[in-house]
């Protein structure tokens, strides 16, 4: 489904919610593994499709889940931050992203 995803839709951002857990954390390993692999289906735009590294990844999680938060940066989350901080910013977020800017990488306030 996500190479279905970034192939036919311009796809600016992945915005994870950490809560889904060990799901969440494969998304996150799957499409940055796949910027390293470079594998045709992801790689390649079409029909205004996304190329896989133009996809920013944003994850969150409630402040308390440290672990969850550092693992997500580690696994190359563009930007990883609190729940508060999250939702606090989404609307600036969303508009860096629509505009193809980066995003802050660490907010957990």
């Known amino acids: ?7 036919d839709s311009p796809v600016r ?3 994870v919610d950490l809560e ?3 799901n969440a954390l494969a998304l ?21 499709g996304a190329s896989v590294e133009t996809v920013r990844i944003v994850a969150w999680a409630p402040h308390v889940n440290v672990a ?8 190359g989350a563009d930007a990883v ?3 508060g901080a999250f939702s606090r910013s989404l609307p600036g977020l969303l508009a ?11 907010l957990h306030n």
Do not use: F, H
Request: hydrophobic share 45%; charged share 25%; no cysteine.
């Open 68 to 75: 969850g938060l550092q693992e997500a940066k580690a696994l």
């Open 28 to 48: 996150i390993r799957r499409l940055r593994r796949a910027r390293t692999s470079e594998p045709a289906s992801l790689t390649t735009t079409q029909s205004g």
């Open 1 to 7: 489904m996500l190479e279905a995803r970034l192939s």
């Open 81 to 83: 931050m609190a729940r």
């Open 96 to 106: 860096a992203l629509n505009a193809g800017n980066a995003v802050a990488s660490d």
């Open 20 to 22: 889904a857990g060990e």
């Open 13 to 15: 951002a992945l915005l």
